[in-house]
């Protein structure tokens, strides 16, 4: 594909998405932003969240990350399923009944007010950095392959990138996204789908079967390993690891939550949950088929892109013609602008309800003013990082490197999340940040130490954060009286 082409299809694309904005915006309020008015069909966000889920990072570097490490992601994946039966049967239902906007806002009702500004602030560290890995590989594409014969800086592409986004959600938010992430997660199906097809055709592959059968006989369609408890890829470290990153990355993550939170009641949001969970499980399975594919067929002709730059360089040099380099931009752009558009909302949201509290500390009048002010800084503070991860992690896979950065700014949020349900022990609302500040670098210590005997933690990471900044909240509980129902907001 030409620049002129890939412009111009990223055009077309962009103007669907505007028209839906200023369709579902009419009459938009701060709660058609935030919670979008509580009217979403269930199968709508159902279908949109993939998309969310899945992101610009698992549409290149999962299929990309296969050639390195087989299909050994799956495994976390399976844990996936653990994670969203627990987000079903005990977070929802906690959120809906206490009628959340923000579900940092139970820390503060559990905890106290510093509490809830803790938990918001790692919220806000971690999805700003997860947008950015996530929008840093997809505009890394549209610079090598679209913008750096224009002569565009990569700065300039970040730019125009975080701008299209703040277009349309700007004036209705969540209640938008829910709509723009349908289609975008039908656009990057398809992109997915297409690409299968030219490729097994390429490798002379005919019918589903052939197809399954040809990745299924492949040394990389490796899924469990038993064999080196001590490695990152064993099954059980990923396994359990995938269930605690889902439950803290969709779970107690207000990007993912504020969606369900727009469904018309509790039953709504869990017929979601339980139906998102299962097409989840299946599409990453194609993703990472589909990643089998791309290597062979990589090797067949002697490309020499790897990992992340894999899938694009097959998709645009052009030897399998104009369809499968159209769909792959589309799939692409709709994977980076539907967990983008999201994470700026989401972000948006918990900055003004949990930070500046917005409906407590101002009036009617100026929220919204405050809030779409907010809403432009977001925008800037993800090109300023997006921008400077182009010299902090070149030559990485971006997957790897999201999730175990996950597993330290979430890790704390487990721990105040799971202590504060699974027991009745208080603790002083001062003393959280301080608990869950120090628990990072525990853990990051912990983990360094057992490295030098072997023992790769992964994923796992996250678990044992999480399992620190309970013990602390433990410890610090030993300390505090044990009173019933302290308001600590007034301490």
Known sequence: MTSTQILITIACYFAVLVTISFIVGRKSDNATFFRGNRSSPWFIVAFGMIGASLSGVTFISVPGAVEEGAMNYFQVVLGYIVGYLVIGTVLLPLYYKMNLTSIYSYLNDRYGN???????????????????????????????????SMGVEFWQTVTFTVILIWLYTFKSGIKTIVWTDTLQTLFMLIAVGVAIYYISDSLDLNGIGEITGYISDSELSQIFFFDDWKSGQYFFKQFFAGAFIAIVMTGLDQDMMQKNLTCRSLGDAQKNMFWFTIVLTFVNLIFLGLGVLLTAFAKAEQITATKDKLFAAIALDGNLGIGIGLVFILGLVAAAYSSADSALTSLTTSFSVDILRLEQNYKEKKQSWIRKLVHVGFSALLILVIVSFEYLIKDASVINKLFVFAGYTYGPLLGLFSFGILTKLQVHHKITPVIAILSPFIAFGISSLASNYGFEFGFFILLLNGLVTFLGLLIASSFTAQKPNIDWSQA
Do not use: H
Not at 131 to 146: D, W
């Open 114 to 148: 510093a509490a809830q500004f803790t938990g918001s602030s790692f919220f806000i560290l971690s999805r700003v950095v997860g947008a950015s890995f996530r929008l840093y590989l997809v505009a890394g594409v549209l610079q090598e392959f679209v913008f750096e």
